[in-house]
């Protein structure tokens, strides 16, 4: 009898603690339950950022039912939310007009939020911790008439930079400025990073890593017609965005083109490819790009990871899809499947990585492909919510970078393809926090 009793004893000790790593795990709170949700202009995966944390404050901002701009902030070790309307509206009804936060290295938020081919919509909170926007802003007054595709990024030091197209789908630059924590201001660093020559521009992603490089990755669009995407290539930057190399240290010509730019991989048009996806720099500054696009010899658009190893570009297609389907034509598209992240971290001496993405083969929910060793290329995947509709992933950059927990927004939406809207009730914004094991 006293076996029995320690055996049921370690049994349910076991089970117990098995819990508590599993809830440490995976962990879902509530924003708020009126997220704009007519189309996906709250989870577009080009918002950099949805999620931003500084020190154990992490801010999070989404259009509300009625197409306000809203704040909320929590402690990192909190489910519970402090929500904030800001006195500004914008067009939700365009899911391009995405809204995008940062905290600079002060504890200030930065936003911009309406962008698509319109006027510099920004403004910053009136201290660290608040919630209240000040007034509208300019950065600098110039080129900020067309913006669209607004995207920030926290240096080391606590400056920010701030992306921007420049210009139309198929003829328009990128922008970089620079903002000055201490001097609190913005300078220009690129006018014309990538240019189009007026035939063409670069979607862009980009990724900082901890020793301060900027790494850019891009397609080529022919036009707004998004089967014109074409080609995968690459720039970096030591210098905070002043001077810019190929990844073999080559100094680039600015601006880059077509003509100059580096190819990591040749796509050709109607593969299926999309724009705008991401990257990831790991500790040592090995970068990682994810996307999808259909190879010539397959009907079915996988999900692909192109990385550098070894002097040279390699590609791994994930190849665990079984759906074929077509992206042609202009305005926000609804497909089957989400644009991916990717994150990468150190495990013992290996490197694991994790593409978060979703697909309507695995029920439309926040699904993780990972692989804990990616030398032997096994790659697992779980499924992580209820269904999400049309949602995309985007994460907190600073959070993952700091604790390694992947913090992402969460929110049912619904996309009617070529910006159509829907008319669905307001939805719940969450919050999933994963740290891997």
């Known amino acids: 009898m006293h076996i029995k009793l320690n055996h049921y004893f370690i049994f349910f000790a076991l089970f117990f603690a098995s819990s508590i790593v599993v809830a440490q795990t995976k962990k879902i ?47 990192i070790h909190s489910d519970k939310w402090i929500v904030q309307r800001s006195n500004f509206k914008g067009d939700a009804t365009d899911a391009h007009k995405s ?35 000040g007034a509208k802003l300019t950065m600098l007054g110039e080129s900020e008439n067309k913006v669209s595709y607004p995207e920030f990024y926290k240096m080391a030091n606590g400056d920010l930079l701030f992306f921007y197209r420049d210009g139309g789908s198929g003829n328009g630059n990128l922008m970089i400025n620079r903002y000055n924590v201490s ?139 079984k759906t074929s389907f077509s992206l042609s034509g202009g305005g926000t598209k609804k497909i089957p499947i989400s644009r991916p992240q990717i994150v990468a971290w150190p495990k013992g001496n290996k490197l694991s990585a994790a593409i978060i993405f979703r697909d309507e083969e695995r029920g439309n929910k926040v699904s993780i492909a990972y692989s804990r060793n990616l030398n032997i290329r096994n790659w697992k995947i779980d499924d992580f919510t209820a269904p999400v509709g049309d949602w995309e992933p985007a994460y907190d950059a600073e959070l993952w970078k700091d604790k390694g927990i992947l913090s992402l927004f969460i929110q049912e939406v619904k ?22 094991e």
């Open 29 to 75: 709170s509530t924003v708020a339950l009126n997220g704009w949700a007519n189309n996906s202009v709250n989870t577009v995966i080009f918002r950099k950022n949805a999620l931003t944390t500084y020190g154990k404050i992490q801010y999070t901002a989404y259009y509300d039912s009625d197409e306000y701009v809203v704040l909320a902030k929590r402690n």
């Open 415 to 436: 996309q009617i393809d070529g910006e159509g809207n829907a008319q669905s009730a307001p939805t719940a914004v969450k919050v999933l926090d994963w740290k891997p």
């Open 99 to 133: 809204i995008s936060i940062v905290a600079d290295g002060s504890g200030v938020v930065h936003l911009a939020w309406g962008q698509h081919n319109n006027r510099l919509n920004y403004a910053k909170t009136n201290g660290k911790g608040s919630l209240v926007l």
């Open 183 to 321: 001097k609190q201001n913005w300078i220009r660093v690129q006018n014309n990073l990538i240019d189009g020559e007026g035939k063409r521009n670069a979607y862009w992603q980009a990724t900082i890593d901890r020793t301060g490089t900027i790494h850019v990755s891009w397609v080529w669009r022919e036009s707004p017609d998004v089967s014109s995407n074409h080609d995968l290539c690459y720039a970096k930057s030591i210098d905070g965005g002043q001077t810019w190399m190929k990844s073999n240290n080559e100094k680039y010509q600015l601006p880059i083109n077509a003509g100059n730019a580096e190819y990591a991989l040749i796509i050709p048009q109607k593969s299926e490819l999309i724009n705008q996806t991401s990257m990831f720099a790991d500790h040592n500054g090995n970068v990682f790009i994810a996307s999808y696009w259909r190879d010539r010899s397959s009907a079915v658009p996988q999900y692909h990871l192109v990385y550098r190893s070894d002097g040279k570009w390699n590609t791994e297609n994930l190849n665990f899809r």
